[in-house]
Every structure is written in structure tokens, then in C-alpha cells.
């Protein structure tokens, strides 16, 4: 009887402490588990806010100058003056919306996957439209008009953009510039790796 008491007693005992160290355990993993997310949760937080912030350096800047050329006729096209201006111009391009960045962390935090979306023309802006030379003027032309000067820039930048976009190089430049760009931020914030797809 006495043996049975203490094989009893020591097996309430060792179920009990079984049961206070599942639950311990299981309390060790749950917190650990709920630390990790809520560090994950704090770091997709940062890199949102690192990702707006950093939205003005995501621009790629192409700079260009042009010169025009324009003539303006006499009635019946007796009298001619031909005109030259020149203009300076920037074209932009990078992510029109940072919100539309995706990304994922991995690797317990140490590497970034960012989704970036296709890089687009944001911009193409007269910077400064010069001055519009006379290179000959005819004793009966008209004076050019300055919308007509403002049309000709216009139709010159739309050509040089369309120059532009017609080889890869130009959109190829800006997306490894912006990768490059978010390569420092995010290295910055600690990540070992940074995966662009």
C-alpha cells in the first residue's frame, strides 16, 4: 500500500509538472512568437514610412537643351524671317506612386524584397525658354508670336521624349538609379540584403 501511495503520489506530481512545463513552454513560444510579430509589424511600418520618404530621391533627372528654329511669312510668302530660340528642359522619371512599392521582409528581418512597379515618364518640364533670336527678318513678315514659340518648344520636347523613350537605356538608367537609391536607404535601416524584382 505504501509503494502504491508513493507510485501515486509521484505520478500526480510528474503530470503536474508536466503540465506546468507544457505551459511554460508554450508561454515561452507564444510571447517569443508575439515579440517577433509585433518587431516585424514596427520594422513593415518603417519601411513604409523610409519608402515616402524617400520618394523625391526616387527620381531620376535627365537635363537636355534645344534649339529650335521657326519662320514667319509675309502675305503670299513673299517676305521671310527666320527665327532661332533655345530652351532648357528636364525630363523625370521614377515611381509615380510609392504606396504602389511592394515588399517583404524575410530572413528574421536581415533581407528586403522590394516589388518595384514599372518605371514611368513623370515629368517633362521647360526649365528656362531662352531667348528667341532673329537670324533674318524680312522687310514685310510678321513678328513671331510667343505662342508660337511656346507650340514649337512644346512639339521639340515631345520629340526629344519620344527620342528618349525609343531606346531602354533611358528607363534602364532611372530604375538602377532608384534601386541604388533604396539599396542605401534600406541598408541604413539594417538589412543584409536587398532583393529588387
Known amino acids: 500500500m505504501i509503494i502504491k501511495d508513493i507510485i501515486k503520489n509521484v505520478s500526480t506530481k510528474l503530470i503536474v509538472y508536466s503540465i506546468i512545463g507544457a505551459v511554460l513552454i508554450g508561454g515561452f513560444f507564444f510571447i517569443r512568437h508575439k515579440i517577433f510579430e509585433d518587431k516585424f509589424k514596427s520594422l513593415e511600418m518603417l519601411v ?8 523625391e530621391l526616387c527620381v531620376f533627372k535627365y537635363e537636355y537643351e534645344s534649339m529650335i528654329k521657326l519662320q514667319t511669312s509675309a502675305l503670299f510668302g513673299y517676305s521671310t524671317s527666320d527665327y532661332s530660340a533655345n530652351f532648357k528642359a528636364v525630363v523625370r522619371a521614377g515611381i509615380s506612386n510609392m504606396q504602389n512599392v511592394k515588399f517583404r521582409i524575410a ?6 524584397i522590394i516589388y518595384l512597379p514599372k518605371i514611368e515618364v513623370l515629368s517633362n518640364d521647360t526649365m528656362d525658354e531662352g531667348q528667341v533670336l532673329v537670324d533674318s527678318e524680312g522687310f514685310f513678315a510678321r513678328k513671331i508670336k510667343k505662342q508660337e514659340v511656346l507650340d514649337a518648344i512644346k512639339d521639340s520636347k515631345k520629340k526629344r521624349l519620344e527620342e528618349l523613350l ?10 538602377t538609379q532608384i534601386q541604388n537609391i533604396m539599396n542605401e536607404q534600406f541598408t541604413v535601416m539594417g538589412f543584409q540584403e536587398i532583393i529588387f524584382k
Open 107 to 112: 530572413d528574421k528581418g536581415k533581407t528586403i
Open 166 to 175: 525609343s531606346t531602354p537605356d533611358f528607363l534602364y538608367k532611372a530604375e
Open 48 to 55: 513604409s514610412a523610409r519608402l515616402v520618404e524617400c520618394a
